[in-house]
């Protein structure tokens, strides 16, 4: 009976690799970000800042000071922050977000740092250099096995006792993007490298997204 142990595990293994690589197939690569913007199909685009952070920075919740937002897009929230006097570095590794952020920059006469960069790909010198990363639609647009390389590379990049901000994208659906993300996926994803001073349902979204949005602060460890 032993060959058919072996049948039956040989079978297993070739249809968990069917399996990860249909999952795969499904991942967005950089060239189907940038199709977006030549289409102008940017459905996940507000056109606006997100009401919530302009709340925070209203009570006086956002330590002023360096600032980080991987997968920026077209930075509405860029501009906003770098508005309000913060030092902002804004990172997207899709050359139509990074050439309309900069123009946009440019024509509001307004400072910022703008990277036409994979965010997993910096380098040392980003190491321990924010006081605070901003998360907009991003955390749900990459792959969920990319969501602990994320937790780590924003640890990596935030001073002792940074700030992780973020607005994390509850669809409640399969599949992505966007993915799905729950309140139990953020415990899981962060609790090890942050402490969570809040998280809860936000409850000041724009109309689209209402009842859909997790906002989460948390501070850096100190490990």
């Known amino acids: 009976m032993r060959w058919v142990e ?6 297993l293994t070739i249809l968990l690799c069917r399996e990860q690589m249909s999952e795969e197939s499904k991942d967005y ?8 913007y030549d289409e102008n199909d940017l459905g996940w685009d507000l056109g606006q800042v997100a009401p919530p952070f302009i709340r925070l920075w209203d009570d006086g919740k956002l330590p002023l000071g360096k600032m980080l937002i991987p997968g ?10 770098s508005k309000n006097s913060f030092v902002v570095t804004a990172v997207d590794y899709s050359e139509g977000a990074v050439t309309y952020l900069k123009n946009a ?5 307004l400072e910022g740092r703008v990277l036409h960069q994979d965010f997993f790909s910096l380098d040392n010198s980003h190491n321990a250099f924010y006081d605070l990363v901003i998360e907009q ?5 990459i792959s969920p096995r990319q969501r602990q390389d994320y937790v780590q590379n924003v640890s990596r990049v935030l001073k002792p006792g940074g700030m992780l901000v973020g607005l994390f994208y509850h669809t409640d659906k399969e599949g992505g993007p966007p993915y799905n993300t729950t309140r139990e996926d953020i415990e899981k994803h962060f609790s090890g490298h942050f402490k969570i001073l809040k998280l809860e349902k936000e409850a000041h979204s724009v109309e689209q997204r209402k009842n859909r949005e997790w906002l989460a602060i948390l501070k850096k460890l100190d490990n």
């Open 105 to 109: 920059l440019n024509e509001k006469n």
């Open 29 to 36: 690569k950089q060239k189907d970000w940038q199709r977006h």
């Open 72 to 81: 920026c897009g077209r930075g509405h929230e860029v501009q906003f922050f």
């Open 6 to 11: 072996r049948l039956f595990k040989t079978w």
């Open 137 to 141: 639609t991003f955390f749900c647009a």
